[in-house]
T-cell receptor, first 113, second 109 residues
Framework: EPEVTQTPSHQVTQMGQEVILRCVPISNHLYFYWYRQILGQKVEFLVSFYNNEISEKSEIFDDQFSVERPDGSNFTLKIRSTKLEDSAMYFC???????????FGQGTRLTVV | GIQVEQSPPDLILQEGANSTLRCNFSDSVNNLQWFHQNPWGQLINLFYIPSGTKQNGRLSATTVATERYSLLYISSSQTTDSGVYFCAVLYNQGGKLIFGQGTELSVKP
């Protein structure tokens, strides 16, 4: 069964460093998302991406964040200068169409020290 | 924006018991999904159920869209059912899901 794959599963980084979180969505999906979950809290929307551009972003998704789909298969989230409060689980998700079932990756646990 | 509220926030069951988890939402939705977050943090799809009733083994779900709620039923619970259950709704064409705060279920042997 096709699945969304995220790497790495866990990343520890020093405050101020850049990190890139990677995702390989299901091959026929067209809509892509990043969500985050701070420990013990609910899952929050960060950004949606369709047709090679951002279609919507939340207030959390400030200038420190960027997304890219560089080669038609990978989907990346970059945080330019990490802060302690960026520590969270980050989930990649995809949909075939914008209102169909969403499938999530297993998540990347980011720890900023 | 739309509000998604889940109840109860916490639930402790003995193995073999049944339970009902509820998700209320404040506006009309195009899509509703139930997820199980396991102890490793993975979000496992349970149901895609914008309306009607679906069953999958010991789990079933019902969404009454006109009354803006969804129910997740777990029968004959097992310790492996432990974790956090989230409902999430999509209420516009943008595609993003809005999550509730979850119900944390603990099933004791």
């Amino acid at each position: 069964e096709p699945e969304v794959t995220q790497t790495p599963s866990h990343q520890v980084t020093q405050m101020g460093q850049e990190v890139i979180l990677r995702c390989v969505p299901i091959s026929n999906h067209l809509y892509f998302y990043w969500y985050r979950q701070i420990l013990g809290q609910k899952v929050e929307f960060l950004v949606s991406f369709y047709n090679n551009e951002i279609s919507e972003k939340s207030e959390i998704f400030d200038d420190q964040f960027s997304v890219e789909r560089p080669d038609g298969s990978n989907f990346t989230l970059k945080i330019r200068s990490t802060k302690l409060e960026d520590s969270a689980m980050y989930f990649c998700a995809g949909q075939l169409q914008g209102n169909t079932e969403a499938f999530f990756g297993q998540g990347t646990r980011l720890t900023v020290v | 924006g739309i509000q998604v509220e889940q109840s109860p926030p916490d639930l402790i069951l003995q193995e073999g018991a049944n339970s009902t988890l509820r998700c209320n939402f404040s506006d009309s939705v195009n899509n509703l999904q139930w997820f199980h977050q396991n102890p490793w943090g993975q979000l496992i799809n349970l149901f895609y159920i914008p309306s009607g009733t679906k069953q999958n083994g010991r789990l079933s779900a019902t969404t009454v869209a006109t009354e803006r709620y969804s129910l997740l039923y777990i029968s004959s619970s097992q310790t492996t059912d432990s974790g956090v259950y989230f409902c999430a709704v999509l209420y516009n064409q943008g595609g993003k899901l809005i999550f509730g705060q979850g119900t944390e279920l603990s099933v004791k042997p």
